[in-house]
């Protein structure tokens, strides 16, 4: 057979890899196989890559790969699940970086030894370049920003306007790249990248990090983008397709998790939210905050008919989720009917808590999105909050000046009675106060998440 059109079949059976595990990933139950599915697309393409005729650097290839896989296994295995998003953002950044550079040496080969080029390809190497360095560039300080290496956002007056301004002149560059062709100067390339990456930077800093789930999305899409169009300049339809798949499949999401909060996506970037600049702007929530001790939350739910569990980042940073199926499991030991209620935003990254319920060994049928379990609220006997804040406050329905007036949110308000674990009495992560805290049927139970678990655990056995 020959050699090219090997490479062209392995490259169809790749994407159609890719393509079907990203359908499987579409449902918790089988969501891990599809993972595995893609990955075994992306072998394939990899594996074929090494038959095109005349390839060079092989060994650096084979270094480049082994290096990459070791680093990224320990890595993964090593990472607690309250870092999972920050390495998420992280792995974003670094396709989006290997995409800008592929763009890179191509246009330095291009304009640097006077090739014959039509501009089309050339458009297309100058767009890729800029998308996978912004995402490179923004991704690193989404990181650093959910690592706690930058704990505040970065606002300054006129700041969108430099900003705008700063990307009008990369359009500049980069037309004037297209226009040369052959003959741009280097320095021009390499003054394109600078740029794209000081953007990159700029765009993200002055974001709050109440919107980082959006954020790391948006990056995803612009890394599948980035890959799309340097597989146009290559000529690598497995590039092609699968930064096509990425791309469409991040833009999706993007514009979810923005719904989810009933933002634009213009607004997440560019209104600052979640900045302490930003934050606290809306009506002050009058009340006080009622304490209940963990004894009388267990009679409260032992003796209850229907319960409903709401976890959110503070259940990641206790590492409360295996306690918290034991805790149902006992529950359900006294015919007491638990489920599992998911905000789409809640955590640092899209599916974090079902990605933590999981781990802990919660079937999925017990887990419930936002729209599947709103209107069981008003039949739940208790409602327990476990690190969750910004997706429970019903601010969101009563305060119009509030900054998060309008997201839609889980009606734990509406429970007979909620109890809201909870470390202190400080806001959420967007900073906004919450006003299911000053509920009348609101109780909150202090203390550090797992250890309050364990001991509501020890007072439902002695029921």
């Known amino acids: 057979m020959d050699i090219k059109l090997l490479i062209e079949i392995s490259y169809f059976l790749a994407a159609v890899l890719f393509i079907l595990g990203l359908k499987r990933m579409s449902s918790p139950v089988t969501a891990r196989s599809g993972i595995v599915w893609a990955g075994w697309g992306?072998?394939?393409?990899?594996?074929?890559?090494?038959?095109?005729?005349?390839?060079?650097?092989?060994?650096?290839?084979?270094?480049?790969?082994?290096?990459?896989?070791?680093i990224a296994y320990v890595s993964a295995k090593k990472v607690a699940m309250t870092d999972m998003p920050?390495?998420?953002?992280?792995?974003?950044?670094?396709?989006?970086?290997?995409?800008?550079?592929?763009?890179?040496?191509?246009?330095?080969r291009m304009v640097g030894h006077g090739h014959a080029l039509i501009n089309t390809v050339l458009l297309l190497a100058v767009v890729g370049a800029f998308i996978g360095t912004v995402a490179l560039s923004g991704s690193i300080i989404a990181f650093a920003k959910l690592q706690g290496l930058i704990r505040r956002s970065w606002n300054f007056n006129g700041q969108n306007q430099i900003n705008l301004l700063l990307f009008a002149l990369i359009l500049l560059l980069g037309a004037v790249i297209v226009a040369q062709g052959t003959h741009s100067a280097l320095?021009?390339?390499?003054?394109f990248f600078v740029l794209a990456l000081v953007f990159g930077v700029l765009i993200t800093l002055p974001i709050g990090g109440a919107d980082m789930p959006v954020v790391i999305s948006l990056f995803n899409a612009l890394t599948g983008l980035a890959v799309a169009f340097e597989g146009f300049v290559l000529g690598n339809a497995a590039m092609i397709i699968a930064g096509t798949v990425v791309g469409s499949a991040g833009t999706l999401l993007t514009q979810l998790m923005a719904k989810a909060m009933n933002r634009s996506l213009a607004n997440v970037l560019f209104s600052g939210f979640g900045s302490k600049t930003s934050a606290g702007s809306g009506e002050a929530v009058t009340g006080a905050m009622k304490p209940i001790e963990a004894s009388d939350v267990a009679v409260m739910m032992g003796y209850a008919e229907n319960v409903i569990i709401i976890p959110g980042y503070g259940m990641a940073v206790a590492q409360a989720q295996h306690k918290i199926w034991e805790l149902t499991k006992l529950l359900q030991a006294r015919n007491v009917k638990v489920k599992f209620a998911i905000h789409p935003v809640a955590g640092r990254m899209p599916g974090h808590m079902n990605v933590l319920l999981a781990e802990a060994g919660v079937p999925y049928d017990l887990i419930f999105d936002l729209e599947e379990i709103n209107a069981d609220f008003p039949q739940s006997d208790v409602t327990l909050v476990i690190g969750a804040n910004d997706v429970v406050n019903p601010v969101a329905r009563t305060d119009p000046n509030s900054p998060i007036y309008g997201m839609p949110i889980l009606n734990?308000?509406?429970?007979?009675?909620?109890?809201?674990?909870?470390?202190?009495?400080?806001?959420?992560?967007?900073?906004?106060?919450?006003?299911?805290?000053?509920?009348?049927n609101t109780r909150m139970l202090y203390g550090d998440g797992q250890k309050m678990v364990s001991e509501l655990i020890a007072q439902v056995k002695e029921l």
């Open 42 to 70: 992306m072998v394939l393409a990899t594996l074929v890559s090494f038959l095109y005729p005349q390839m060079q650097n092989v060994g650096l290839m084979i270094l480049a790969i082994g290096l990459g896989s070791v």
């Open 86 to 108: 920050q390495m998420i953002a992280l792995y974003n950044g670094l396709g989006g970086g290997a995409a800008a550079l592929i763009a890179a040496v191509e246009l330095i």
């Open 187 to 191: 320095w021009l390339v390499a003054g």
């Open 412 to 440: 734990a308000d509406k429970s007979k009675n909620t109890v809201v674990i909870k470390r202190g009495q400080g806001a959420g992560f967007s900073g906004v106060e919450n006003g299911l805290f000053f509920a009348d």
